[in-house]
């Protein structure tokens, strides 16, 4: 396993590799979720490059920028248990951003809502972030989770706009037994915590439920907005439509479930996919 901390070397390791180039973008903290993600590059492609990089412009004000879990030993041998062969990318800030640590894309409107709403300017971050890497990686696959679906939303248009040779895959949600959907910010949460963040998994698997075997997208709205009037641990949630995250007129385009949960002052997301 090569570990890398400069762009020049990447792009030297990069040149010897040909095509087919699977990359994981992560901000490390590795979990299961991650490694479903490095699995899915092994099945397709034939090299794989892992970056690890907190990225401090996709973090607002008063956000966990400075106390987010860096644990780079831990993660190296998590991707060595499973690719031995990857090369992982760790760049300092400097590196990647020389002096000037600032964006230099504005995200779409989409990024406004939900999540953007919550967090202004962090999908900014996000592409600024995703586009430098895949200037530096040129993969050919790369891989993101559905956990966070509006950023892997935003990206995918991104890469069809600025990479169009590019295939960004969707992965599925890796799950604790439990249902709670895996992240790397499930590490600040006391066991009482992780109990009661179920509920979020639970609410979104009712109004699933509801969606499918009731098919009453009126009655479901009727209840997340009741459940949003009882429950302030709920910052949203949303039925969207899955094309482009707008609230849905009727089921007739395939839906998505989305919310984001605060316990303390983490914040938590999930969503289901509903196509009916
Ligand atoms: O999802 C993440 O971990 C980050 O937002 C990403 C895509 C690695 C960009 O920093």
């Known amino acids: 396993m090569k570990v890398i901390n400069t762009i020049k070397e990447l792009k ?35 090299h794989h490059i892992v970056s690890i990089f907190v990225n401090p412009t996709q973090f607002g004000e008063g956000e966990d920028f400075e106390s987010y879990p860096r644990t780079l ?32 894309f504005k995200a779409p409107a989409i990024a406004d809502m939900l ?52 295939e960004i895959h969707p992965v599925e949600i890796e799950r604790e037994v439990s249902g709670l959907a895996m992240s790397s910010r499930n590490g600040y949460l006391t066991q009482e915590q992780k109990d009661e963040a179920i509920t979020l998994y639970r609410t979104l698997s009712f109004i699933e439920k509801k969606l499918i075997t ?37 089921m007739s385009s395939p839906l998505v479930i989305l919310g984001n949960f605060q316990l303390g002052q983490t914040r938590l997301l999930d969503n289901i996919e509903v196509s009916i």
């Open 12 to 46: 030297n390791e990069r040149l010897n590799l040909g095509s087919r180039v699977g990359f994981v973008p992560t901000m490390g903290n590795l979990h299961a979720g991650h490694l479903r993600l490095l699995e899915n590059s092994l099945r397709l492609c034939d």
């Open 73 to 104: 030993e831990a993660d190296l041998e998590k991707i060595k248990s499973i690719c031995p062969e990857a090369i992982i990318f760790t760049p300092t800030t400097k590196e990647v951003y020389g002096d000037e640590v600032v964006n230099y």
């Open 115 to 166: 999540e953007g709403n919550l967090r202004p300017g962090h999908f900014d971050g996000v592409l600024t972030i995703v586009h430098k890497l895949f200037e530096i990686v040129m993969p050919d696959h790369a891989f993101f989770g559905k956990k966070d679906y509006q950023q892997l939303k935003l990206i995918s248009e991104h890469a069809k706009n600025y990479f169009p040779a590019l």
């Open 214 to 250: 009731e098919k009453d997208l009126r009655g479901s709205l009727e209840y997340i907005q009741q459940t949003l009037e009882n429950d302030e641990r709920f910052n949203y949630l949303s039925i969207r439509k899955q094309s482009d995250l707008t609230p849905p007129l009727d």
